[in-house]
């Protein structure tokens, strides 16, 4: 049987985060269920401690160092050491080149890449003591370019060789750091997306079922079910990589 950790989950009042959060509760971890609104993060949580799981909802703003000490800290204090960390938060600012502000740039990179490194540096110190850790970073399909997400793909395609790095760097602590990257994945933030080509969701889905190979989008179960091997005993010798979870090929 696996050991129990302690995981935190980033960006998990709903989508992918939550649907991480309860996979791992299931596998046996005690979970931090954090978003930047603490109380948003309820539902994940009841679900996991309905389940017999142990979790507690944080409230932190991952671009702010502060508050990733605080939250850390408090998931220390109340949980345990936290030795796995899944980088999940993420925003989308969508538009095309000429009408990005410099608002929309930057409240994507400070979400996504300065959250991912402000919340690895803080759980490293924990995980390099206990000489076992897990990080998944989420990247995405559009890390290899999309229409109208010039910030978007820019800071997942960083969180690539975000991960790479701290493959290289951590290994010999005992910890392993992977990169996955969806495909479509039915969440609010495709509905957004839908929104802003002006196409309803449900034909949104039906269209992009057709393109993908086994002609179904994504659950955020799906990208679960890869976070919680990476995240196992089991994944020890899998470090550095990204591994795209689309229903097909992708480089």
């Not at 502060?66 to 850390?72: C, F, R, Y």
């Not at 179960?221 to 090929?249: K, M, N, R, W």
Request: proline share 2%; glycine share 10%; aromatic share 6%.
């Amino acid at each position: 049987m696996s050991t129990q950790r302690v995981a935190i989950v980033t960006g998990a009042a709903r989508g992918i985060g939550a649907a991480t959060a309860q996979r791992l509760a299931a596998d046996g971890h005690a979970v931090a269920v954090l978003d930047l609104d603490e109380s948003a993060c309820a539902g994940a949580v009841e679900t996991i401690t309905a389940a017999g799981g142990r979790a507690i909802a944080v409230g932190c703003d991952v671009a702010d160092a502060e508050q990733v000490e605080q939250a850390v800290a408090r998931v220390a204090e109340e949980l345990g050491a936290p030795t796995i960390l899944v980088n999940n938060a993420g925003i989308i600012r969508d538009n095309l080149l000429f009408k990005m502000t410099e608002d929309d740039w930057d409240a994507v990179m400070n979400v996504h890449l300065k959250g991912a490194f402000l919340m690895t540096k803080a759980v490293q110190a924990f995980q390099t003591k206990e000489k076992y850790g897990r990080i998944v970073n989420l990247s995405s399909s559009s890390a290899q370019g999309n229409r109208g997400q010039a910030n978007y793909s820019a800071a997942k395609a960083g969180m690539q060789g975000f991960t790479k790095t701290l493959a290289l760097e951590l290994g010999k602590f005992g910890i392993t750091a992977n990169a996955v990257a969806p495909g479509f994945i039915q969440t609010d933030m495709t509905a957004a997306t839908a929104e802003r080509i002006g196409m309803s969701f449900e034909d949104f889905i039906e269209a992009s079922a057709k393109a993908i190979p086994v002609q179904r989008v994504g659950q955020p179960a799906d990208i679960a079910a890869t976070i919680s091997f990476l995240c196992s005993e089991e994944a020890g010798f899998v470090s550095g990589q990204v591994i795209y979870v689309a229903g097909g090929p992708l480089d």
